[in-house]
């Protein structure tokens, strides 16, 4: 399990521009001061119970020859050695996600006012397009035996009539 330590700070801003027949806006998330317990099954337990091996476990573990070990040695049974509760597995889990935006461009009144409609825009979003954070190689939000975070692009027409 990903037990959170602590978080203290929790906010989002946004912002839209538009600029004659163009425009742009996007939703930023950021999540502060916030620790987890890096304690996921195949990422940071590897080879227990049949679980993954992650290429990051296996380049930081202790074994033979391997000066600068961040995380204790590989083992296919539970050892309570290994897992005893520590700042080892202790990370910061704060980030700053851009969550969605989009990017539009409406055609000038000249061609929507023949056609006898309001608007025409055309558009491309995207959601959670990337995340700056300090865990290497998981989303900070999907942390544990889930389903990664898509990032996901649509393009689009509005019609206003």
Same mark, same amino acid.
């Given at each position: 399990?990903?037990?959170?330590?602590?978080?203290?700070l929790?906010?989002a801003?946004?912002?839209?521009?538009?600029?004659?027949?163009?425009?742009?806006?996007?939703?930023?998330?950021?999540?502060?001061?916030?620790?987890?317990?890096?304690?996921?099954?195949?990422?940071?337990q590897?080879?227990?119970?049949g679980?993954?091996?992650?290429?990051?476990?296996?380049?930081?573990c202790?074994?033979?020859?391997?000066?600068?070990?961040?995380?204790? !040695? /590989?083992?296919?049974?539970?050892?309570?050695?290994?897992? &005893?509760a520590? *700042?080892? #597995?202790?990370? $910061?889990?704060?980030?700053?996600?851009?969550r969605?935006?989009?990017?539009?461009y409406?055609?000038p009144?000249?061609?929507?006012? !023949? /056609?006898?409609?309001?608007?025409i825009?055309?558009?491309? &979003?995207?959601? *959670?397009? #990337?995340?700056? $954070?300090?865990?290497?190689?998981?989303d900070?939000?999907?942390?544990?035996?889930?389903?990664?975070?898509?990032?996901?692009?649509?393009?689009?027409?509005?019609?206003?009539?």
């Amino acid at each position: 399990s990903s037990d959170v330590c602590s978080s203290d700070l929790y906010y989002a801003f946004s912002f839209a521009i538009g600029y004659k027949d163009y425009g742009v806006s996007a939703l930023f998330q950021r999540v502060g001061n916030y620790s987890v317990n890096l304690t996921t099954t195949g990422m940071y337990q590897p080879l227990i119970n049949g679980a993954n091996l992650s290429q990051t476990y296996y380049d930081n573990c202790w074994r033979e020859g391997v000066t600068k070990a961040r995380y204790p !040695r /590989m083992t296919t049974t539970g050892s309570d050695n290994n897992y &005893r509760a520590n *700042d080892v #597995f202790i990370t $910061d889990r704060s980030y700053l996600k851009l969550r969605n935006a989009e990017i539009w461009y409406r055609l000038p009144s000249r061609f929507t006012d !023949r /056609m006898k409609m309001q608007e025409i825009r055309f558009f491309v &979003r995207g959601t *959670d397009l #990337f995340s700056i $954070d300090s865990i290497e190689v998981l989303d900070p939000e999907a942390l544990g035996v889930t389903y990664p975070i898509l990032k996901t692009f649509q393009t689009g027409l509005k019609l206003t009539f």
